[in-house]
Every structure is written in C-alpha cells, then in structure tokens.
C-alpha cells in the first residue's frame, strides 16, 4: 500500500491539504502556521524531529494496531482491583444504562437543544434526590469532577467573605490539591492543615494555630482521602464560623447511607463526585462533581454552574422546568461578567445518578453504606493479621478506603503491587511520597463489589508473597497484638 501524496493531505488530519492551509493563513493575514505561535517563547519550541512511526493509513490498519495495544491493557474484568483513591469499583444498576441511552439524555450537553425532551426535569429530580441525600436545599448540575467542584466551592467562599486565605486539610488527594492550587491561584491562597499522624485525622492544634479573620473557609473531607471519619466535624465547623469563614466539606455520596451528611455538622458547602452512583469506571471516569448548599441568596448567586428549578408557566395551572438566575449568575449569560467560566456540564452523569438513588431508595443506600463498611472491615482486620503488616490508623473508623503499613515486612509496596498483579490482583495505591510518614504504605479500597471470595484471595496471594520474599529476620508480633474494637476497627502494632 502506497502513502498518500503530501499534496493530497491525511485522511485524519482536517485542512491538510496545502492549498486549503495557504488559503486560511491568507484570509486572517498570516504568512506561516509558525506565525501563529509567535506568542511560545524560543527555548519553549521543540525543533528537534520527532521519532514517530511511520503513519498507519489504512482505516483497518489503525484499528488493528490500537486494539492489539487495548489488549495489552488488564482491567477490573479480568483482576481483582483494590484501587480507589477518587474512582473505584461500584455495582451499576442496568437501569442506569438503560436510561443515559436513551437519545433525549445521551447528549446532555450543557448547550439548549431546540427540544427539551425531559431533560430538564430529569436534572431537576436529580438535583432533588441529592438534596434529600445531603440535606440540602440547592444542588448544582454537575461539572467535571470532585476537583473542579471542590475549587469552585473554594472560590464561592472568598466571594461570599470577601477574604483571599483557605484552609485546606493536608490529607486530600495529590491531584485534587493539585487542581486547586491551579484554580485557585488568582482568587485564593491555600494553606495546608496538617493531620494527626496518630489517628490519621485533622489537626486541630494546627488548625486553631491558623485560622484568623483573613481565613474565607476551612475544607476538609470526610470520608478523608486515606479513608478516616471525621468524627469531629462540627467542633471544626464551629472553629471555622467563630472566625467568620465558612466550611466545607468533600463527601464520598455512597457514605451517606450510614454517615450523617456534612450539613448535619455545620457545612456551609458541600461538594463532591457521583462517581460511586452509578457510573461505570472509564479509564478513571466516569466523574462528575456536585455542589450543594442551603437555599440562601449569598449561596446561590454565586454558584457559577446551572441550576434547574420548578416554575409556574404563562399556561394556568401548568408548571415546568428551568434556568435559575441564568443570566445574572453563569457565564453563558454574560461572558466578560461571569464569576467564574462554566462551559461543559456532565448533565448526563447527573441524570444517570439520580436513576442509581431513585432505584435505591433509602433503605438501598443504607444497605449498601453498611456492606462496605462491614467488609472493609473485614479485609483491614485479615490484612494486619498478616505478619509484618499492620495499620497504622487501626484505632480510627474508616469507610470503604484504609492505609495499610508493609514496612515491617521488608518489601516496598511497588514490588509487593507487581507480585499482586502477576496472581490477577491490583494491589492498593502505593502512598510513598504522596503523604509524610506514609512512605511503604499502600491505600486499600473496598466496596460492595468484592466477595468474601475476593477478600480472602487477596490475603492469601499477599501471604504467599510475603513468606516467598520476605527478609530473613522478622519482627515478632505478641499474641495480643491485633485486637478488634467494639465498632469494629482493628489495631495492630509489631513488638
């Protein structure tokens, strides 16, 4: 098969053919394409040649070559997966696909179709289902993720106070933090609270030592990223509000069948990801990130995302579905005055999570709350029974995440992660670096989805592991070393 001639452009590249690039260039005044990057500095610009493979021109060709790399790929399908950390493993009811197929939702975009076709009381039963879950009275329509919804909830707060300082746990997650730094750097300035390296949990010494009235909000989440309860929310909301900020906090949603929600302990704004209602994992998605506050007028006028409400039509006696304060409130009604810039919404996940909580009802999220809570922990209590392993914030409750310590057993958590996977298992986020003190700790997940059959295959294949590669001398554990606490937490320690 011959390549195509330059002249005749590339089948996957638009406007390639030379004389259609010269006649753009020449209608906005242009010599070259590199003209337009005048804006890059020089040491910026690559202009070395780019060690590509040659193109892959045929349509068969390419499909044959990107599936041959999909295949390489080892998905929850085929391993067991202990991975969370923000996307994990969650049963997806089929009503949930059956529904976000549907033509009238597939393409929720944020954008007006010419006919609505229910979409807009869709999210708006959305929103009110994840009001009742959380509280709440207001509930945004999603945007991106937890990252973006956590930033903008940062934002909304130095705009309601008038004040440029957070508060932000130091045991949120490296790529929120990291989202929110870049989001924040030009309205906020964020400083981290430190957390108790004995319970996993905020430190409230370090954060009475900050808080000052300069400080626009304190956030921290609960469940936190290592998977600690945050028992003492409202004595941190109440920090917070005895120095004029407000609090928020980020919630995992799927916690809130057997946790009370942030608003019951003083959250002025609570915010999270739908990721565990219904969303299957894609390539680390599917995420959407939701804000909920009170029906206050300071709170809703600054939430820069769409907001659906109930209204009376010009038709008596009829009602319908739409737009609250659009125009002076989002960007899409006045661009240079929007408080923030909102483009893409991730309506359809929205429409898809309010399906999962209205097939689950109550007594389903509280079912599932309690499974993951009984079998998390139930795989921590195996796991510090394994010698060398232990937990190190065994003394406080966790939900569906908790750090596991392999320090004492000699093996760093990538070896022990790369063991795991050849036996068909993904072992836990591997902590090193990512959170002082935590180096040779991993950051196990589970849900609903796990069997007794999965827990305990994991225990035995890290066992196995251990005993084949473990160092010569081991430290030896008392017989009274793991203990199981009245809520069910264990404790484990080497001696």
């Not at 690039?21 to 020449?26: K, N, V």
């Not at 509280?366 to 079998?375: C, F, N």
């Amino acid at each position: 098969m011959t390549e195509p001639h330059a002249a005749q452009g590339h089948p996957y590249i638009p406007n390639a053919l030379p004389d259609v690039q010269a006649e753009m260039l020449a209608e906005i005044g242009a010599n070259s394409i590199d003209e337009l990057y005048g804006d890059i500095p020089e040491e910026l610009r690559f202009r070395g040649t780019m060690r590509l493979p040659a193109p892959l021109v045929a349509e068969a060709a390419l499909r044959r070559h990107v599936e041959g790399i999909l295949n390489r790929n080892q998905s929850c399908r085929e391993a067991i997966s202990f991975l969370g950390g923000g996307s994990a493993r969650h049963f997806v009811p089929a009503v949930c696909d059956e529904i976000n197929h549907r033509a009238e939702f597939v393409s929720a975009y944020a954008g007006e179709p010419y006919e609505d076709h229910g979409r807009f009381q869709a999210l708006f039963e959305y929103a009110s289902l994840m009001g009742e879950l959380l509280d709440l009275d207001v509930v945004n329509i999603p945007t991106y993720d937890w990252n973006q919804a956590a930033s903008t909830a940062l934002r909304m707060a130095g705009r309601i106070t008038g004040r440029r300082q957070a508060l932000v746990s130091s045991i949120t997650g490296p790529d929120r933090l990291s989202t929110m730094r870049n989001y924040c750097q030009s309205a906020l300035e964020l400083a981290p609270v430190a957390f108790d390296p004995a319970t996993g949990l905020l430190g409230l010494d370090d954060l009475q030592r900050q808080l000052s009235s300069e400080i626009a909000c304190v956030y921290f989440e609960n469940p936190s990223y290592l998977g600690c309860i945050e028992h003492r929310g409202q004595e941190i909301a109440d920090l917070a509000h005895r120095h004029g900020a407000l609090c928020i906090v980020g919630v995992d949603p799927i916690s809130l069948g057997v946790l009370a929600p942030p608003s019951q302990y003083g959250a002025d704004i609570t915010c999270g990801d739908l990721q565990p209602l219904g969303l299957h994992m894609n390539q680390g998605g599917a995420l959407a990130g939701f804000i909920a506050t009170r029906d206050e007028e300071r709170f809703v006028r600054e939430y820069p995302s769409r907001l659906f409400g109930l209204t009376a039509t010009t038709v008596p006696g009829e009602w319908g579905f739409g737009d609250v304060l659009y125009d002076d409130r989002t960007s899409f009604g006045a661009r240079e005055k929007g408080k923030e810039y909102v483009g893409t919404a991730a309506a359809l996940w929205g429409i898809t999570a309010g399906v999962y909580l209205a097939s689950m009802g109550p007594a389903g999220m509280q079912q599932v709350g309690q499974t993951i809570l009984q079998k998390s922990q139930y795989t921590a209590k195996k796991l510090s029974e394994l010698r060398g392993v232990s937990l190190p914030f065994g003394g406080t409750a966790h939900f569906k995440e908790f750090v596991v310590d392999f320090r004492g057993t000699g093996l760093a958590v990538a070896r022990i992660n790369r063991a795991l996977l050849e036996k068909g298992v993904f072992g836990g986020i591997d902590l090193t670096g990512r959170f002082p003190g935590l180096d040779g700790c991993a950051l196990y997940c589970v849900t609903e989805m796990h069997t007794q059959e999965d827990i305990d295959t994991l225990v035995h294949v890290l066992q196995d592991i251990l005993a084949e590669r473990a160092p010569t001398c081991w430290p030896i554990r008392t017989a009274a070393s793991v203990s199981i606490k009245p809520n069910g937490t264990s404790r484990s320690s080497c001696s």
